[in-house]
């Protein structure tokens, strides 16, 4: 059984930094990518950052620039940095892990999410 845990969230002012962390444990065959995805109150859950296991990384439009998201092969991690945070960055972060658990079965697992608040 995969699992996903996620710390770092909390309360900051704009224009503040705030780091995420993800790990995952559990029968990971082969991992394809891991990702966060956030969710506000009242919208969909949106991808904000991604990164594959051939280390090519990709971010929404809203954060490119200020999100850079990283990985430990190592610990089956992955990072996410934010800094220059505004207002409209405040939502329920998930961390995001899509992997095969054996040479044929794949799925995509969650985190149970961590809130990151934005505000003065």
């Known amino acids: 059984q995969v699992q996903l845990v996620e710390s770092g969230g909390g309360l900051v002012q704009p224009g503040g930094s705030l780091g995420l962390s993800c790990a995952a444990s559990?029968?990971?065959?082969?991992?394809?990518?891991m990702g966060w995805y956030r969710q506000a109150p009242g919208k969909e859950r949106e991808l904000v950052a991604l990164?594959?296991?051939?280390?090519?990384?990709d971010y929404a439009n809203s954060v490119r620039g200020r999100f850079t998201i990283s990985r430990d092969n190592a610990k089956n991690a992955v990072y996410l940095q934010m800094s220059s945070l505004k207002p409209e960055d405040t939502a329920v972060y998930y961390c995001?892990?899509?992997?095969?658990?054996?040479?044929?079965?794949?799925?995509?697992?969650w985190g149970q999410g961590t809130q990151v608040t934005v505000s003065s």
């Open positions: 990164i594959t296991s051939g280390h090519s990384t």
């Open positions: 995001n892990l899509r992997a095969y658990v054996d040479p044929k079965n794949w799925g995509d697992y």
């Open positions: 559990g029968a990971i065959f082969h991992w394809v990518s």
